[in-house]
């Protein structure tokens, strides 16, 4: 082919286009109906399990008791968002919930990419399999497993505090401490996780050019300075990408982590918007002023997303879809 | 090249204090499992005077025999967690491929694919919360039914999303030479596609796999009775809330369900249910490994 034809097809493909766009719905259906009718049961858990709770937000504008009919119950606007914002729990359960997932996040991220760059330093490759290995192994585990796990080894006569009063260091009440709570919970939720959020860093890491390491030594570089000037900036745009995904998630500061940890002694710095709506929501039968609280959750949560996802499209070229 | 190779003592230094630093990273990982262990094997005096660190002491398998021939309930949500998994993984798998196949068929002009994909992720995005949610359920009539484990969450997106972009990688010929040999949208998918994308089935069957393995409030809060529970959810009600460990106490006190078995200790117990919990993660886990990036790269950057 000369290089001169290409250009007479490309200007018919044009009205082309143009017509199969215009292409009436019935034709469509007729070749490819059954790609319709694959979507058809997504769709269709989509509309019972996503779409038809949302029907049931009204109760967050009535007044409810937990008796009789909900269809019966009458309008009250924003009486139960009044009744939250108003009591005392609203600034306590909010507070705990961004410190205890933002310190997640900043710290989990920070240990993922520090134990990322770690690794990435190790040269003999079994020992790097082993140490990946085993600190990606708890993501894996339910809060369950650890929680049985941990209630114990941290409780006041576990072996973590006999082996603190064996080197003269005083007890820590890490469960059963208000103050202590939020760190046990983000040091919990760390540990589980690092090696799990490393791997994303060391797949950024494995994806810079060698070159640049053996052209760095040459010139002279030093391990910290081909750390600074090669390794972290290869990561950055990765560390970009995970700030702006995490971005969504600061209100979810884990309800599953929280349920199986706290306790009422701990409600003070505890207590995150989700498990509140459980216990005071759920089990203690104000069903009203649950939906209205997880509504709040789950608008402010949308936005989040919403900017989160625009951010790491805007900045990282990330698209989920 | 040998003046690069030569390292100085410094570096060397660095060099063990990161292998160092990672080897203790990785022992705390694993300790609290090993001490977890070696309680649920211990007699029942060192397990109640705190003795044990890392190793069984007075070495008892009776806390492990009591789980399997005596506790009824254990065995049971056992077997129901073992059905989920097979019966949730196949079936959300199965809707996952559906559902990925037309998303990925970018080139065919479908009309309304754009509303589909906003209906969702706005459906992903925002969710009424737990009340309404479980209201629904129960207007659905799923609530103490099996089948509440596995419909709500039968449709992941992620995973959807994750076969979606495996499709659309794969080579056009192979889609457009299947066309041409007359295949139908469901031959091209289950003859032509599914044969080459075991990677991408793999890390979704193995990752929900342990998701369903690891769920436990949905069974906790849809489901009634303990009977009905999968395992984790009688974890959470025995080993965390420890409502039901009173209960068998007092079947133990009965001595009708421990017969023989005299060296077993509450805590122990637990830990033994807890171990034979995390047993089918560690067997799953060399498979899962293998997979940990695919199940990452979730999204696709743009060009």
């Known amino acids: 082919m000369t290089g001169t034809t290409p250009l007479a097809p490309v200007t018919l493909a044009v009205p082309k286009a143009a017509k199969a766009a215009s292409k009436s719905f019935r034709v469509v259906l007729q070749q490819h109906w059954l790609l319709y009718v694959m979507l058809l049961p997504a769709l269709a858990l989509l509309a019972v399990f996503s779409y038809y709770p949302l029907w049931g937000l009204r109760l967050a504008f009535v007044k409810y008791e937990g008796v009789g009919r909900i269809a019966d119950a009458p309008w009250i606007g924003w009486g139960n968002f009044a009744r939250f914002f108003g009591g005392p729990y609203a600034a306590r359960v909010i507070g705990n919930t961004l410190f205890i997932a933002i310190g997640k996040i900043i710290l989990g991220q920070m240990a993922a990419i520090t134990i990322a760059l770690l690794i990435n330093e190790v040269r003999y490759q079994g020992y790097k399999r082993t140490i990946q290995t085993i600190s990606t192994f708890p993501h894996f585990l339910s809060w369950i497993i650890i929680g049985a796990t941990m209630v114990r080894l941290l409780s006041t006569v576990g072996p973590l505090n006999r082996a603190f009063d064996a080197i003269g260091l005083p007890k820590v009440r890490f469960l059963a401490s208000a103050s202590t709570f939020p760190w046990t919970l983000i040091s919990l939720d760390i540990w589980k996780g690092m090696g799990f959020g490393a791997i994303i860093y060391l797949a950024a890491l494995m994806g810079i050019n060698p070159e640049l390491y053996e052209a760095a030594t040459v010139d002279g570089a030093g391990r910290f300075k081909r750390l600074w000037h090669i390794s972290l900036p290869g990561i950055f745009s990765t560390i970009a990408l995970m700030a702006c995904l995490n971005l969504g998630s600061i209100l979810n500061a884990g309800f599953e982590q929280v349920l199986v940890l706290y306790n009422p002694v701990v409600y003070k710095t505890g207590d995150i918007i989700d498990t509140y709506i459980f216990r005071e929501g759920y089990l203690g039968n104000e069903f009203a002023l649950g939906t209205a609280v997880g509504l709040f959750k789950s608008a402010i949560g949308f936005g989040l997303i919403m900017l989160s996802y625009w951010l790491a499209d805007r900045f990282a070229n990330y698209r989920i879809f | ?303």
């Not at chain 2, 129901?80 to 998303?103: D, H, K, M, N």
């Not at chain 2, 106490?249 to 077993?264: D, N, Y």
């Not at chain 2, 899962?288 to 979730?298: C, D, E, I, K, W």
């Open chain 2, 1 to 303: 090249m040998a003046m690069i190779e030569e390292r100085g003592a410094v570096d060397v230094a660095v060099d063990v204090i990161i292998y160092l630093v990672l080897g203790l990273l990785a022992l705390m990982c694993l300790v609290p499992f090993v001490h977890l262990a070696a309680v649920s094997l211990s007699a029942t005096t060192p397990v109640a005077t705190n003795q044990v660190w890392l190793w069984p002491v007075g070495f008892n398998a009776d806390n492990y025999l009591y789980i399997f021939r005596s506790d009824r309930t254990f065995l049971g949500c056992m077997l129901t967690s073992v059905e989920r998994v097979l019966v949730g993984v196949s079936f959300g798998l199965l809707v996952s491929i559906i559902t990925a196949y037309p998303l990925s068929r970018d080139n065919i002009h479908m009309p309304g694919r754009v509303a589909i994909k906003t209906l969702i992720i706005f459906g992903m995005m925002f969710n009424a919360g737990f009340i309404p949610y479980f209201l629904s359920l129960r207007n659905l009539g799923l609530l103490d039914k099996f089948a509440v484990l596995i419909l709500p969450g039968a449709f992941n997106v992620f995973n959807t999303i994750l076969i979606m972009n495996y499709f659309r990688g794969l080579p056009n010929e192979i889609y457009e030479s299947a066309v041409l040999d007359g295949a139908s949208h469901l031959q091209v998918l289950f003859r032509v596609f599914l044969p080459v994308s075991q990677p991408v089935l793999a890390t979704v069957t193995l990752f929900s796999t342990v998701s369903h393995w690891n769920s436990w409030f949905d069974g906790f809060v849809f489901l009634r009775h303990v009977d009905q529970w999968p395992l984790q959810s009688y974890l959470y009600g025995r080993v965390i809330l420890k409502q039901i460990e009173q209960m068998a106490a007092r079947e133990a006190a009965h001595g009708t369900v421990s017969a023989g078995l005299s060296e077993i200790s509450p805590e122990a117990l637990s830990n033994a249910m807890v171990f034979v919990t995390m047993v089918p993660i560690m067997l799953v886990y060399p498979f899962l490994q293998r997979y940990f990036v695919t199940g990452l790269t979730l999204g696709a950057v743009k060009e």
